[in-house]
């Protein structure tokens, strides 16, 4: 199959093979269709080589301009994109009108799109899935660079050779065929289910729209399903704005490039340079620097509640800290910051039973934890009232009730003093909530907690209250604010853990 997924025949249309389009294009045979028109196979009768050359189907008339405005316009963008040199980008040949018909003449490319291969294989490995998102990335680039978007980035429109050649095809149909008066008529140009939110809220389709269009579908090839995917159109425009979607298969870089081009604010989004930096990391050893690029995460300010902070994390404290550098603490704080929208997690609970409900510490908690992050597991169980500090902690090799598998400080404040409580205003327990559900849910189903072990445990998030997230610092003491969440793990119905669950990764 070559550029576009195979859906069934559509009977209403006439396939035009041994027919000459154009004076010069012999149609020998369809290769594949998709929304926006039909791909056959041609051969270039005047130099000879085998061509693919797409039918375009537009929409009706009535919805947009006369049909010989709307061909120039199909002409002079997608002759823009085809003026694009990068190896990922497929290469435009021609664009001509033919009997009412719009065709646009590229390369022949002999591969499956990278929605086949999912669809037919299952999720891919990771390092291929990061190969192919830094090839993306580099046409994209070369794309932004000249001032073209592309709008329309998606699993159909990646083709992935089997020597590993990468191809992102369709430059400038969907701004050809983008038209405000195409809403009134029931018609989305682009792919619902990859469109950025920004998009789906109006606004025009802009570099980070791409973006995020590529962390969805990186998102496909490493999970196996459309984050946002859902029965209606509707629905599924309410998820990608409501919804934030976790990993089950990946983390580390990989995982960080996804969820950072999945953050629903264009300018709390991951920068193409970031993100081809981490994937350049993720392909392989072969590929990689000699030190993980965190530092090109966003360290930019960010502001929470109307103030500024500063999307940093903190220097690590303990062993758990190495779980998750500073790039998925820098995302933490996007989410707090309104860079994530901040729904429940995607999966059901009929589909994560083990995720229990979240609860709150403090002084005014359901828990009156003094939870440390040098220690990882206790003798106690997560019930109101329940005081969990220091004094229930164990060596996590004897027995144990509960584990702490993750810890996430999503606010890093330095160099306390007596004003600083107020520099971050506490940004409610649904949201804290939220980001937390998602940060454990995404930890619990990574390599941090062995697959093997899962089947019997259960996890959930604990939160600070705002009495515990607003505390005055005590400058005597160096106390100050509490405003870590917890990850802990327990098995069901409270038996002892013999020993510790939680992966020991560097």
Request: glycine share 8%; with cysteine; proline share 7%.
């Amino acid at each position: 199959m070559t550029h576009e997924q195979t859906r069934p025949h559509d009977p209403s249309r006439t396939a035009p093979t041994g027919r000459v389009v154009a004076g010069r294009y012999l149609v020998l045979g369809e290769l594949g269709r998709g929304g926006m028109g039909i791909v056959w196979r041609a051969q270039d009768q005047v130099i000879g080589r085998h061509v693919a050359i797409k039918e375009l189907r537009l929409p009706p008339e009535d919805a947009v301009e006369g049909s010989a405005v709307l061909s120039e316009r199909i002409l002079r963008e997608v002759r823009a994109g085809g003026r694009l040199n990068d190896p990922a980008v497929v290469t435009v040949y021609d664009v001509v009108a033919d009997q009412g018909t719009t065709w646009i003449v590229m390369e022949l490319v002999e591969a499956p799109t990278l929605a086949d291969l999912v669809r037919s294989q299952g999720p891919m490995p990771e390092q291929q899935v990061a190969m192919i998102g830094e090839r993306v990335l580099s046409a994209l680039q070369a794309a932004h660079a000249a001032g073209i978007v592309h709008r329309d980035v998606k699993p159909a429109n990646i083709m992935v050779a089997p020597d590993g050649r990468v191809k992102l095809t369709d430059f400038g149909i969907a701004h050809a065929i983008d038209d405000p008066r195409l809403t009134t008529s029931g018609m989305i140009v682009g792919s619902p289910a990859f469109m950025a939110p920004e998009r789906v809220e109006g606004r025009e389709a802009m570099p980070e729209s791409d973006l995020w269009s590529l962390g969805a579908t990186l998102y496909f090839a490493v999970e196996g399903i459309v984050a946002f995917e859902r029965p209606t159109t509707a629905a599924t425009l309410h998820a990608i704005m409501t919804e934030v979607p976790y990993l089950t298969r990946v983390h580390g870089p990989l995982g960080a490039v996804i969820l950072g081009l999945l953050v629903a604010n264009p300018d709390a989004r991951l920068t193409a340079n970031q993100a081809r930096a981490q994937l350049a990391y993720a392909t392989g050893p072969q590929a990689r620097p000699a030190n993980p690029p965190t530092a090109a995460m966003p360290q930019q300010m960010t502001r929470v509640g109307g103030q500024p902070t500063r999307a940093a994390a903190k220097p690590q404290r303990g062993s758990r800290r190495g779980l998750w550098t500073g790039v998925l603490a820098a995302l933490i704080v996007a989410a707090l910051a309104g860079g994530f929208f901040l729904g429940k997690p995607v999966w059901s609970p009929a589909k994560d039973a083990q995720q229990l409900e979240t609860v709150t510490y403090g002084p005014d908690g359901y828990l009156k934890t003094d939870l440390s992050s040098y220690q990882v597991c206790y003798n106690a169980v997560v019930q109101q009232g329940v005081v969990i500090s220091s004094d229930n902690s164990v060596d996590c090799k004897r027995n144990h009730t509960l584990e702490v598998f993750d810890t996430a400080e999503p606010l890093a404040l330095e160099n306390w003093s007596s004003n600083d409580a107020a520099v971050a205003p506490y940004p409610g327990l649904e949201q804290v909530s939220r980001a937390a559900e998602a940060r454990c849910a995404l930890t619990f189903h990574s390599a941090a907690v062995p697959e093997q072990r899962r089947r019997d445990l259960t996890y959930r998030a604990i939160v600070p209250t705002a009495q515990a997230w607003q505390v005055a610092p005590s400058e005597d003491s160096g106390s100050g604010p509490n405003r870590d969440f917890y990850c802990v793990l327990a098995r069901t119905n409270n038996d002892q853990i013999p020993a510790q669950i939680t992966a020991k990764v560097k």
